[in-house]
């Protein structure tokens, strides 16, 4: 008999426990990742305004301990500053219609795609290599690949309501959590296979519902999304676990707005920021 529903796996959690540390000083904090004693986070900025141009965002560095080393990391103004990722020491990051690179020893920009007419609101990002990028725009749907060399970039599918983005580098599967079509908290979680150009984005097998925002890879059979459950952030979040193997889900609740996750690899730390709040929260992973 095929199967109506996903399996939901109600007693299954990549967590130790919950919010062992709560790092606050970041206004609107919407990504996040690890880089050497700290943390790099975009701020959306005082005036949490996702669209505007309006000069209030910027990167803050914030050390392991909690503390806010700096608002404005760099120099660079930004305005709405979303997804952020690093390699080779250079950090990219996603402006509402820029996409742009600094260098984090110098502080120096060294990259800057201006997709201004053309892009809408660009979202989350990762960088795979020092020459490949991928980031999401959340209103157009579009999936971007960027050359960070050349800085040719080209639209390789369409997620309505895109936002973020995972290349699984040992399947070769690039996957791409939504938000739903006008952000109704129906969207899913989709895949495609890199090297078949001709392949859509479609849903995985048993995929959860819900308003999807961050994406990471918490080993090679588990997938973890950040889910708002509604725009406004009234309701409580969820972290969704996707078993690959099992093509099935767990759901674990969290306070409401969790954004872009991420995964500090050498301290197995899930951070989570919490946009609406201010707040990011700082949880242990099962090894």
Partial sequence: MKK????????????????????????SPESIIAYKDGYFVSSIGQKLAAVDKD???????????????SQRYFDEVLNAPKGIDIVNNQLYVADIDHLKGFDIATKKKIFDLNLEGKAQLLNDVYAVNDSLLFVTDSFTGDVLQVNLSSGQYKSIGTVTGANGVLFDKKSGILYVCSMGEQFNAQGKLYSKKLSDHAAAFAPVEGSPVGLFD???????QRIMLSDWQGIDGSKPGNLVTYHI??????RKEVKHSPADIAIDKKARMLL????????????????
């Fill in 4 to 27: 109506l529903f996903p399996l939901v796996l109600l007693f299954s959690s990549p967590f130790l426990s919950y919010s062992q540390k709560v790092i606050t000083g970041v206004p």
């Fill in 55 to 69: 000069g209030d965002g910027a990167i803050a560095f914030v050390d392991k301990a909690g503390n806010v080393k």
């Fill in 214 to 220: 961050g994406i990471v890879q918490v080993d090679d």
């Fill in 245 to 250: 193997g099992k093509k099935s889900y767990t």
């Fill in 272 to 287: 989570v920021p919490r946009l609406l709040d201010g707040e990011i929260d700082v949880a242990a992973l099962e090894k």
